[in-house]
Protein backbone atom coordinates (compact mmCIF):
# COMPACT_ATOMS: atom_id res chain seq x y z
CA UNK A 1 0.00 0.00 0.00
CA UNK A 2 1.27 3.64 -0.87
CA UNK A 3 -0.39 6.20 0.76
CA UNK A 4 0.46 9.80 -1.20
CA UNK A 5 -0.10 13.28 0.72
CA UNK A 6 -0.61 15.32 -2.57
CA UNK A 7 -3.66 15.95 -4.56
CA UNK A 8 -4.70 13.53 -7.09
CA UNK A 9 -1.99 13.61 -10.21
CA UNK A 10 -3.44 10.59 -12.67
CA UNK A 11 -0.16 10.07 -14.10
CA UNK A 12 1.36 9.23 -10.38
CA UNK A 13 -1.80 6.53 -9.98
CA UNK A 14 -0.86 5.30 -13.42
CA UNK A 15 2.58 5.05 -12.75
CA UNK A 16 2.99 3.58 -9.36
CA UNK A 17 -0.03 1.15 -10.00
CA UNK A 18 1.80 -0.11 -13.01
CA UNK A 19 5.21 -0.07 -11.34
CA UNK A 20 4.22 -1.54 -8.01
CA UNK A 21 1.68 -3.12 -7.96
CA UNK A 22 -0.65 -1.88 -5.31
CA UNK A 23 -3.15 0.27 -3.28
CA UNK A 24 -2.86 4.04 -3.63
CA UNK A 25 -4.35 6.06 -1.09
CA UNK A 26 -4.32 9.81 -2.29
CA UNK A 27 -5.28 11.75 0.78
CA UNK A 28 -4.88 15.24 -0.30
CA UNK A 29 -4.08 17.01 2.45
CA UNK A 30 -3.02 20.08 0.58
CA UNK A 31 -7.02 20.51 0.24
CA UNK A 32 -7.70 19.56 4.11
CA UNK A 33 -5.49 22.15 5.14
CA UNK A 34 -6.99 24.87 2.24
CA UNK A 35 -9.89 23.66 4.25
CA UNK A 36 -9.08 24.22 8.05
CA UNK A 37 -7.43 27.73 6.80
CA UNK A 38 -10.77 29.09 4.72
CA UNK A 39 -12.85 27.48 8.08
CA UNK A 40 -10.82 29.28 10.41
CA UNK A 41 -9.61 26.54 12.14
CA UNK A 42 -6.39 25.76 10.86
CA UNK A 43 -5.32 25.77 14.82
CA UNK A 44 -7.21 22.41 14.48
CA UNK A 45 -5.24 20.70 12.20
CA UNK A 46 -3.23 18.77 14.43
CA UNK A 47 -6.13 16.87 15.56
CA UNK A 48 -7.58 16.60 12.26
CA UNK A 49 -4.65 14.58 11.12
CA UNK A 50 -4.98 12.45 14.23
CA UNK A 51 -8.09 10.92 13.07
CA UNK A 52 -7.56 11.40 9.07
CA UNK A 53 -4.84 8.58 9.64
CA UNK A 54 -7.14 5.39 10.23
CA UNK A 55 -4.85 3.32 8.70
CA UNK A 56 -3.19 0.13 10.66
CA UNK A 57 -0.06 0.41 12.73
CA UNK A 58 2.79 -0.65 10.65
CA UNK A 59 0.43 -1.44 7.37
CA UNK A 60 2.00 1.11 4.80
CA UNK A 61 4.83 0.21 2.13
CA UNK A 62 6.00 3.70 1.18
CA UNK A 63 4.84 6.98 1.74
CA UNK A 64 5.00 10.41 -0.46
CA UNK A 65 4.79 13.40 2.07
CA UNK A 66 5.87 15.58 -0.87
CA UNK A 67 6.76 19.22 0.66
CA UNK A 68 3.55 19.08 2.84
CA UNK A 69 5.50 19.39 6.28
CA UNK A 70 6.67 23.12 5.43
CA UNK A 71 3.28 24.49 5.49
CA UNK A 72 2.43 23.12 8.77
CA UNK A 73 3.22 24.53 11.91
CA UNK A 74 5.60 22.88 14.71
CA UNK A 75 2.94 20.62 16.43
CA UNK A 76 1.27 19.82 13.38
CA UNK A 77 4.05 18.85 11.54
CA UNK A 78 4.99 16.59 14.72
CA UNK A 79 1.65 14.95 14.86
CA UNK A 80 2.14 14.19 11.16
CA UNK A 81 5.28 13.15 11.35
CA UNK A 82 3.84 10.58 14.05
CA UNK A 83 1.49 9.19 12.14
CA UNK A 84 2.80 8.18 9.19
CA UNK A 85 5.61 6.58 11.11
CA UNK A 86 2.82 4.66 12.81
CA UNK A 87 1.43 3.72 9.50
CA UNK A 88 5.09 2.93 7.88
CA UNK A 89 5.77 -1.06 7.83
CA UNK A 90 9.28 -1.85 9.34
CA UNK A 91 11.79 -1.54 5.87
CA UNK A 92 8.72 0.81 4.84
CA UNK A 93 10.12 3.94 2.81
CA UNK A 94 9.02 7.74 3.40
CA UNK A 95 10.08 10.49 0.87
CA UNK A 96 9.71 13.94 1.76
CA UNK A 97 10.67 17.48 0.26
CA UNK A 98 11.64 20.22 2.81
CA UNK A 99 12.52 24.04 1.19
CA UNK A 100 14.97 26.36 2.52
CA UNK A 101 14.67 29.66 4.03
CA UNK A 102 14.31 31.53 0.63
CA UNK A 103 10.62 29.45 0.31
CA UNK A 104 9.41 30.42 3.46
CA UNK A 105 6.44 32.61 2.95
CA UNK A 106 5.25 30.73 -0.70
CA UNK A 107 1.99 31.06 -1.30
CA UNK A 108 1.50 28.22 -3.76
CA UNK A 109 1.51 24.72 -3.45
CA UNK A 110 3.50 22.44 -5.77
CA UNK A 111 2.07 19.20 -7.45
CA UNK A 112 4.60 16.79 -7.91
CA UNK A 113 3.80 14.96 -10.97
CA UNK A 114 6.16 11.40 -12.30
CA UNK A 115 7.30 12.62 -15.63
CA UNK A 116 9.02 9.20 -17.00
CA UNK A 117 10.22 6.25 -15.92
CA UNK A 118 13.95 7.20 -14.59
CA UNK A 119 11.32 8.63 -11.89
CA UNK A 120 11.69 12.64 -12.61
CA UNK A 121 9.62 14.67 -11.12
CA UNK A 122 8.57 18.15 -12.53
CA UNK A 123 6.29 20.29 -10.50
CA UNK A 124 3.13 22.52 -11.25
CA UNK A 125 2.17 25.29 -8.86
CA UNK A 126 -1.19 25.80 -7.69
CA UNK A 127 -2.75 28.43 -5.07
CA UNK A 128 -2.57 28.03 -1.81
CA UNK A 129 -4.63 29.45 1.36
CA UNK A 130 -1.85 28.83 3.75
CA UNK A 131 1.92 29.95 3.27
CA UNK A 132 4.55 28.18 3.75
CA UNK A 133 5.51 28.55 7.60
CA UNK A 134 9.35 27.58 8.11
CA UNK A 135 12.40 26.20 7.01
CA UNK A 136 13.74 23.32 9.25
CA UNK A 137 17.58 22.37 9.77
CA UNK A 138 18.43 18.83 8.39
CA UNK A 139 18.75 17.76 12.39
CA UNK A 140 14.91 19.33 13.17
CA UNK A 141 13.74 16.91 9.96
CA UNK A 142 15.63 14.04 11.70
CA UNK A 143 13.93 14.65 14.93
CA UNK A 144 10.96 15.27 13.45
CA UNK A 145 10.99 12.21 12.21
CA UNK A 146 13.14 10.04 14.89
CA UNK A 147 11.50 7.01 14.67
CA UNK A 148 13.17 6.44 11.14
CA UNK A 149 17.08 6.81 9.25
CA UNK A 150 17.86 8.64 6.73
CA UNK A 151 18.43 6.04 3.94
CA UNK A 152 19.19 8.57 0.90
CA UNK A 153 19.56 12.67 1.41
CA UNK A 154 20.06 15.54 -1.48
CA UNK A 155 20.15 18.98 -2.24
CA UNK A 156 18.39 20.30 -5.06
CA UNK A 157 19.01 22.68 -8.01
CA UNK A 158 16.43 24.33 -6.48
CA UNK A 159 17.39 24.29 -2.97
CA UNK A 160 14.48 22.22 -1.58
CA UNK A 161 16.39 18.99 0.18
CA UNK A 162 14.43 15.82 -0.51
CA UNK A 163 15.27 13.20 1.78
CA UNK A 164 14.30 9.27 1.35
CA UNK A 165 13.36 7.49 5.40
CA UNK A 166 12.99 4.24 6.02
CA UNK A 167 11.51 2.26 8.71
CA UNK A 168 14.17 0.21 10.65
CA UNK A 169 13.00 -3.48 10.76
Known amino acids: MLIDLGPVVGSNVAYFGEQLGCKIFVMDLFADLDRHVREGRVEEFA?????????EPASVDGILCWDFIDYLDKGAAQKLADQLTRVLRPEGALLGFFGTASKVGDSHYNKFIVS???????SRAYPALRV????LLNRDIIKLFS???VSDSFLLKNTQ?????????
Open 132 to 135: RQSS
Open 147 to 149: GLR
Open 161 to 169: REILFRKPA
Open 116 to 122: DEGINLR
Open 47 to 55: EFIDRKFTQ
